[in-house]
Nanobody
Framework: VQLQASGGGSVQAGGSLRLSCAAS??????????MGWFLQAPGKEREFVAA????????YYRDSAKGRFTISRDNAKSTVYLQMNSLEPEDTAVYYC???????????????????WGQGTLVTVSS
């Protein structure tokens, strides 16, 4: 199973970016997984940003992302997105997508519950 993240880049504060994460390979079924986005700022631990249920009906966000970021998914394309608006310098980080089996118990906010990870895409926000 491979998760390929893309869409990162450099923007000024107040700008927008849309991250994508395409899943491929293996015998897995995309719709059996909750998909999440995490960030890792320089010198810091990886942190939860947002997650979306397998059907897309339910979404979850860290407090700082609420109202600015929107997670969505296209199950036909096995792709999850993170639309980021009103970006702030504090959003600068490497962003990772990840997949958690929906049948697996455990917190959707916890890194250890996710089985598969993308390679990360760098987002840099300048003031």
């Amino acid at each position: 199973v491979q998760l390929q993240a893309s869409g990162g880049g450099s923007v000024q504060a107040g700008g927008s970016l849309r991250l994508s994460c395409a899943a491929s390979g293996g015998a897995w079924t995309f719709v059996e997984y909750l998909m999440g986005w995490f960030l890792q700022a320089p010198g810091k631990e990886r942190e939860f940003v947002a997650a979306i249920s397998p059907s897309g009906a339910n979404t979850y966000y860290r407090d700082s992302a609420k109202g600015r970021f929107t997670i969505s998914r296209d199950n036909a394309k096995s792709t999850v997105y993170l639309q980021m608006n009103s970006l702030e310098p504090e959003d600068t980080a490497v962003y990772y997508c990840a997949a958690k089996p929906h049948v697996k118990s455990g917190s959707r906010y916890s890194i250890k519950e996710y089985n598969f990870w993308g390679q990360g895409t760098l987002v840099t926000v300048s003031s």
